[in-house]
């Protein structure tokens, strides 16, 4: 936030304790005013002279020593004593929708509502409606909003955002005045969850803007607007922040809203140590005092990559800004760590037709992956103790090996792999014996139940499949489900260990539930030297779309193209599949 989105988030708060308060009304809108002006200010108004300040409309003497308070001290005396006299718990019921300060104040005084938890009581033994304007819809409305508020608290999977965040890009993007438009954020930064969708813009008509992004048809509830900042809530509980910034500032805005905060911090104190200031406006030059002159034009702020030049440094991929020694090893001169990226991938090991839980036939698959200029393909349906996802039991597998490689003839150009997702059992055994194992080209080995073993069990478990000779791969190794479930607890350091002595590799399940493995233990599996393959696991034609989520939580555990399996060339990959079993 700038300074003066920081101000006028202050004078708006003063505006909503005020009012809970009970001040008059014309105090309160004085303070809306301040915070309305001051966020459409284009200079810095902690820098402005009192007598431009008092010049601006709606800007009175009481508004300009707080913004001079503000100015010295980053914070309000009054602000703070406001504070003091409302609970906490108070404020927060302002997130309800339909619930205003004049209704909040109410229920305080009047029914010693303090929280959430009092105001559900109220609701609960009927108190509620002993206000003025409760009638029993009123009392309907208020519940709603309180499941809905209940709901959307904490955070949504990726691949829940992503789509969301690309249907507002598409259509702000159809503005003829929107200039330039990105996401940023954990969205961007491609984190497993995401808390808000961080949206920035640059357009010559930003009221326009924030007109078309407010009046959307997702839009539930807009909770804060003004010509630099709209924050909504969308009808699936998801917030999402739109900042306007100028177009000359945009690469400066976009890493700093991109974060994470920690990146930006070392970024900040680079930029420090080298004498530059860099913030959401660009990187300057800093005076003797540390400080940038006044009007002072930045050296850079257009692009990201510029601003890291500036600092010395190799553009770092959003996925990698989370200070886990990015900085040291993207300085100039150094050879910096290439990442994995979508195009690399030119094959997918995971599959399942119709023959299991699969809503495509082996051809309709393969085309697929044809389509989308794989060379390789891995068919690999249950095995039979998944019963309810209809998993293979002995005949079934042989004459289903038989119909995979059928298909190799009406696909001359694909490599088509017969395989199996083989069933770990709690014991570590797996679900199919080693000679019909050794029949299929592929074997993916699973966990599937028994997901809440004890931690040393689980390893071991884990530890007699990764060891298998039969087993190419062992998919979602922990079973965890992303907001779900958290699978098996699993020493992973001995499981890497045990994965590179064996060459057994370890599954990136791409589907955006799973992200197993995830981020950090990738980066623990590459750095241990394992194999890593990356697959979508599909099971319809749209599964293949979760290729980027497994490629983003590639990229964040640092995963190179030459540690990826599905990165290697058709005959490499096969080298390495036939190899493999002889080691
Ligand atoms: P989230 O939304 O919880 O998944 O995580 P982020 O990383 O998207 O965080 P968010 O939405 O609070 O802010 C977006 C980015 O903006 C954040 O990564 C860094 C930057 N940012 C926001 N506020 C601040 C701040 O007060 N200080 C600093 N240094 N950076 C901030
Ligand atoms: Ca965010
Ligand atoms: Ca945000
Ligand atoms: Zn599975």
Redesign the pocket.
């Known amino acids: 936030?700038s300074t003066n989105g920081k101000v006028a988030a202050a004078f708006e708060e003063l505006a909503v304790l005020s009012e809970i308060l009970g001040a008059n009304g014309f105090k309160v809108s004085a303070l809306r005013k301040s915070a309305r002006t001051i966020e459409a200010l284009t200079s810095d108004a902690c820098a402005m002279s009192a007598a431009d300040l008092g010049a601006l409309d709606g800007i009175g003497a009481s508004t300009i020593a707080k913004i001079a308070e503000f100015a010295k001290t980053g914070s309000m005396t009054e602000l703070a004593e406001l504070h003091a006299q409302v609970p906490a718990g108070l404020t927060q019921l302002l997130q309800i929708q339909g619930l205003g300060p004049k209704t909040v104040r109410s229920l305080w005084t009047d029914l010693q509502v303090v929280d959430l938890a009092t105001l559900k009581v109220a609701i609960d033994t009927g108190a509620i409606s002993k206000l003025p304007r409760m009638g029993p819809k009123s009392v309907e409305n208020l519940k709603e909003g309180i499941a809905f508020l209940e709901q959307s608290r904490g955070?949504i999977r990726i691949g829940e955002a992503l789509p969301i965040a690309e249907a507002l890009l598409r259509d702000l993007g159809a503005l003829p005045t929107v200039q330039r438009l990105a996401y940023?954020?954990?969205?961007r930064?491609g984190?497993e969850?995401?808390?808000?969708i961080?949206v920035l813009a640059a357009s010559t008509d930003a009221s326009a803007l924030m007109e078309a992004f407010r009046t959307r048809a997702d839009v539930a509830k807009v909770l804060v607007t003004g010509e630099t900042k709209t924050s909504i809530l969308t009808k699936h509980g998801v917030q999402i922040?739109l900042r306007v910034v100028a177009l000359d500032r945009f690469g400066s805005a976009l890493l700093?809203?991109?974060?994470?905060?920690e990146h930006?911090?070392r970024l900040r104190e680079r930029a420090i140590a080298q004498h530059m200031r860099l913030n959401e406006y660009g990187i300057f030059h800093a005076n003797e005092d540390g400080a940038v002159a006044e009007g002072a034009l930045p050296i850079a702020s257009v692009e990201e990559a510029d601003i890291y030049a500036v600092l010395g440094l190799q553009y770092v991929p959003p996925t990698m800004r989370e200070d886990r020694g990015e900085i040291d090893a993207f300085a100039t001169g150094e050879t910096a760590p290439a990442v994995v990226e979508i195009k690399d991938i030119r094959a997918e090991l995971h599959c399942h037709t119709v023959a299991s839980d699969g809503e495509m036939s082996i051809d309709e698959i393969v085309s697929h992956a044809q389509e989308r200029g794989f060379h390789t393909i891995a068919i690999t349906d249950h095995s039979k103790g998944q019963a309810q996802a209809n998993g293979l039991d002995e005949a079934r597998v042989l004459q289903h090996i038989e119909a995979i490689h059928a298909a190799r003839v009406r696909f001359p150009k694909m490599q088509i792999w017969a395989g199996s997702e083989v069933d770990i059992l709690s014991d570590g055994s797996l679900d199919y014996d080693d000679e019909l194992l050794a029949k299929l080209d592929w074997v993916v080995a699973s966990p599937h139940a028994a997901l809440k073993q004890e931690s040393s069990i689980g390893t071991a478990r884990l530890l007699r499949a990764i060891r298998h000779p039969l087993v190419h791969v062992i998919g979602h190794p922990t079973g965890r489900i992303v907001n779900g479930r958290p699978g098996l607890e699993l020493a992973m350091d001995t499981l890497f260990a045990a994965a590179k002595e064996h060459g057994t590799a370890l599954e990136i399940n791409a589907q955006h539930l799973r992200l197993d493995l995830k981020d950090t233990d990738v980066r623990g599996a590459m750095r241990a030297g394992c194999m890593i393959a990356i697959d979508c696991d599909v099971h319809g034609a749209t599964d293949f779309d979760e290729l980027r989520f497994g490629v983003m939580t590639a990229q964040r555990g640092w995963l190179p193209a030459s540690q990826c399996l599905n990165a290697m060339d058709a005959v490499s990959l096969d080298a390495w599949r036939s190899r493999k079993r002889r080691s």
Do not use: E, P
């Not at 969850?193 to 808000?196: F, K, L, V, Y």
């Not at 700093?256 to 905060?261: E, M």
């Open positions: 936030m955070r940023a954020g954990s969205l930064r984190k969850t995401i808390g808000d961080d922040d700093y809203f991109t974060g994470s905060t930006n911090i």
